[in-house]
């Protein structure tokens, strides 16, 4: 059986979809298995024996982040070790390590808890989603960040999810960590025309600096520490860490990732 978890979500509804029938989703009310329309089950990740595995069973571990995650996620990778589960297939973030920042950080540490657990593996290893862009522009529209001409290889999250599907449904490979990318890496500025192309209105990327970005995030409630960590975040990534684009999406699917434009599109 394959047990999906974060499945109402983004990448979790687009693997549901890519996989068909064979497939229980863990939920976190009953309301939300009935609207997926599959086999699920209502469990938390907060207590994983409420999610049952099975020798031979293949998981779908992700969710968003949030204070507990850490310590949930690692409980719930103990748990499939102990069921004897074929094969955990989870999602993190492009280059991450335990002493990134923020988020970054949090599945730097379980990553590390998975690698380390017996259980085989695969990490999904992406980029930001394209999914979110339209979403971080404002009401005047503007995107603000500190990328500077940091460049990104944003990624349509249904492409994880098929990716995703593929590991899960194809014999199971040897452990390992794919990094996954869009098919090409804009600029804000680039990311910036190309939404004004597709809404029709015209965006504009605000450049910001380090402590620019951190009053800003500050005004918009965020609180001190985490305002000025996620300002340095976005100055990390801008010094070109996710400039590359990779292949990896096309050598799983055989099919190129879809641009930017095309997603902005359908
Ligand atoms: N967004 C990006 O640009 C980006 C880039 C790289 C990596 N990522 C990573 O991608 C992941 C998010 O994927 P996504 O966008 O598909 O997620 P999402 O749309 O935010 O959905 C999160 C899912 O997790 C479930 N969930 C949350 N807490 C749970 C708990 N305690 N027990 C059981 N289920 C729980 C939610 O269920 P409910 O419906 O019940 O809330 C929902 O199904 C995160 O790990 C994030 O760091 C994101």
Not at 52 to 81: C, E, Q, T, Y
């Amino acid at each position: 059986m394959i047990v999906v978890t974060g499945a109402t979500g983004t990448i979790g509804r687009a693997l549901i979809e890519e996989l068909g029938g064979e497939v229980r989703a863990v939920v976190r009310r009953a309301e939300q298995g009935e609207e997926l329309g599959c086999g699920y089950v209502v469990g938390d990740l907060e207590q994983p024996t409420s999610i049952p595995l099975k020798p031979g069973d293949r998981l779908f571990l992700n969710s968003a982040l949030w204070p507990g995650f850490i310590d949930a996620h690692m409980a719930v990778i103990d748990h499939a070790r102990a069921a004897n589960v074929a094969q955990v297939v989870t999602v993190s973030v492009r280059g991450v390590t335990s002493s990134s920042l923020l988020g970054f950080g949090m599945h730097g540490q379980v990553d590390e808890h998975l690698k380390a657990s017996g259980v085989p593996w695969s990490i999904l290893a992406p980029v930001g989603f394209m999914q979110n862009l339209a979403g971080d522009v404002d009401e005047e529209g503007r995107i603000f960040g500190s990328y500077g001409k940091g460049r990104v290889g944003y990624i349509d999250a249904r492409d994880i999810a098929a990716v995703a599907a593929a590991l899960l449904t194809h014999p199971i490979e040897a452990d390992d960590t794919y990094e996954l990318t869009g098919p090409t890496a804009p600029t804000y500025d680039e990311v910036a025309a190309e939404l004004t192309r597709a809404l029709g209105r015209t965006v504009r990327y605000l450049d910001l600096t380090v402590e620019e970005a951190t009053a800003h995030l500050e005004k918009r409630g965020m609180p001190s520490q985490a305002a000025h960590d996620l300002a340095e975040l976005m100055s990390q990534i801008g010094d070109g860490r996710w400039a590359s684009t990779t292949t990896t999406v096309a050598d799983i699917l055989g099919r190129e990732p879809r641009s930017l434009r095309e997603f902005l599109g359908s």
